[in-house]
């Protein structure tokens, strides 16, 4: 990769798993079975068909230097991925049996390679890893490609479901240095089923559950490696989707002037497991990640990906800035001052007056009285305490 935020080629990907010892074993028992060159015929004719189909991978200069075990895997792993634009080739049964045993192992090694991407967060592969998977589960080649959609889209229908369309809506607000960013998203799912389309899918759904453990698996097609047609398994009601926020290292490599020292990739900084049901109109969360510590302006791509669904993926650009400073905190004065004490010294004073006052006024008079004293005293008998009057609080002080 050239720079920071290149996707990886999915051609890379497929020679990677090509060439694991994971499957380089199956490649070595076939090449000692009495069906070895039955096989290497199939796969003369396979590579042929795709050079043909300009497929990426199989022009001659690609092909040259390639290890035989690997271009043995890829090409079966290929093979599957063309499959509806390879129909014309008739493949023995130990070619097709070849092909199924790729496609399993390569299914598990992808699953053992998104755990670990994501662990790591690197986001790049994780987005080809979950790409990859779709392709390889639906034996399709392009999530761009007009005809996989419409294949996809056929598929799902033979069913009762549609194809999803999503529109992603995603905020995110300043932030000083070192706090949490959220990034808020809702994603509106277009084809969201009615009641009366989501009873009819439910009285045709056969119900397979889906596998313990397994990502997020949606209940779309997905194909049976071992036969020559996909074949859809309906798990439940409901979708499966990966909300991956990827950060995008350029603002920050120019905010530091630090283009000319290193390349700095983006990295995966959040994500989540969405599953909607097939009715829900709207899928709503949000990813929490700390700012960085530098200000300027970042940005974040919010994805939402599908691992079982073809050219249904989805993502949106966020913005938000990182300001400079601190954000001002309340007072912790304990409220004692000069004024503080002042306003005591009054209280103790009046307190001081109110008792010589009701002295006064209960000592026995040394005139005669003539008729009863009917004068209310002129002091009260229960005095109101002046309150003290708290000090101002200290004025945050910003920092620079």
């Not at 060159?37 to 189909?53: F, G, K």
């Amino acid at each position: 990769m050239l720079g920071s935020s290149d996707d990886l080629p999915l051609l890379l990907l497929e020679e990677g798993i090509a060439s694991t010892p994971y499957m380089v074993k199956a490649a070595l028992s076939e090449a000692r079975s009495e069906a070895a060159a039955t096989v290497a015929a199939d796969l003369a004719e396979i590579e042929t068909a795709l050079a043909l189909l300009k497929v990426h991978g199989w022009a001659a200069a690609e092909t040259a230097g390639r290890p035989p075990i690997v271009r043995r895997n890829l090409l079966l792993l290929h093979s599957h991925l063309h499959r509806e634009r390879l129909k014309a080739l008739v493949l023995s049964e130990a070619t097709k049996m070849a092909t199924a045993e790729v496609v399993e192992k390569g299914g598990r090694l992808l699953d053992g390679l998104l755990s670990y991407s994501i662990q790591l967060q690197w986001v790049k592969a994780t987005l080809a890893i979950t790409a990859l998977q779709a392709l390889l589960t639906n034996g399709l080649w392009d999530h761009a490609d007009d005809e996989c959609r419409a294949i996809m889209r056929t598929r799902l229908s033979a069913v009762g479901l549609k194809l999803p369309k999503l529109s992603l809506r995603c905020t995110a607000a300043d932030v000083f240095a070192g706090e949490t960013v959220t990034v808020k998203v809702s994603a509106q799912r277009l084809h969201v089923f009615t009641a009366a389309e989501l009873e009819r899918y439910n009285a045709t759904a056969s119900g397979v559950p889906a596998e313990e453990g397994a990502p997020p698996q949606s209940d779309s097609a997905q194909s049976d490696s071992a036969q020559g047609d996909a074949v859809v398994r309906v798990a439940d009601a409901h979708e499966g989707w990966w909300l991956l926020v990827e950060s995008v290292r350029s603002a920050l490599i120019k905010d530091a002037q630090l283009i000319d020292r290193e390349v700095h990739h983006n990295v995966l900084v959040g994500r989540q497991t969405l599953v909607p049901s097939l009715d829900d109109a709207t899928m709503e969360s949000s990813i929490e990640f700390t700012a960085p510590s530098a200000p300027g302006e970042y940005r974040v791509l919010v994805h939402l990906r599908s691992s079982s669904m073809v050219g249904v993926d989805v993502k949106r650009k966020v913005s938000f800035t990182v300001k400079s400073g601190k954000r001002s905190q309340p007072s912790t004065s304990s409220g004692t001052s000069t004024d503080d004490t002042k306003s005591m010294e009054e209280i103790d004073g009046t307190i001081a007056d109110i008792i010589q006052e009701e002295e006064a006024s209960t000592a026995p008079s040394t005139a005669p009285s003539t008729a009863p004293n009917t004068a209310p005293s002129t002091a009260p008998s229960t005095a109101s305490l002046p309150t003290a009057t708290p000090s101002p609080a200290a004025p945050a002080v910003p920092v620079s």
